[in-house]
């Protein structure tokens, strides 16, 4: 099972930190991968890591402003974002899949999250 959280209300120009917290497993052999969807949209991909590796990838559109982490401690995945754009307005989900390969499909993720809302406003 996986629980997000962190969401909320930011003006542009402000961050958020999304937290991607597992349960009933444990991240280490796990590729996770954060995805947002905005209304009349498809899900797109934004990051994702190897959490054992810690190797990540992010899309064209956050790279330089987001950064995925991991607290394997904590069995825990973060998404950092800063330097918010109201383009950025979406309801944020992490997803989890066996393995070790890092791609942004929504199709080769199997478990996921039930997502937070991120809105970026003035």
């Known amino acids: 099972q996986l629980v997000e959280s962190g969401g909320g209300l930011v003006q542009p120009g402000g961050s958020l930190r999304l937290s991607c917290a597992a349960s009933?497993?444990?991240?280490?052999?796990?590729?996770i991968g954060w995805f947002r969807q905005a209304p009349g949209k498809e899900r797109e991909g934004v990051s994702c890591i190897i959490s054992s590796y810690g190797s990540t990838y992010y899309a064209d559109s956050v790279k330089g402003r987001f950064t995925i982490s991991r607290d394997n401690a904590e069995n825990t995945i973060y998404l950092q974002m800063n330097s918010l754009k109201p383009e950025d307005t979406a309801v944020y989900y992490c997803?989890?899949?066996?393995?070790?390969?890092?791609?942004?499909?929504?199709?080769?993720?199997?478990?996921w999250g039930q997502g937070t809302q991120v809105t970026v406003s003035s």
């Open positions: 997803a989890a899949v066996t393995g070790r390969v890092c791609n942004l499909s929504v199709l080769a993720y199997d478990s």
């Open positions: 009933r497993f444990t991240l280490d052999y796990y590729a």
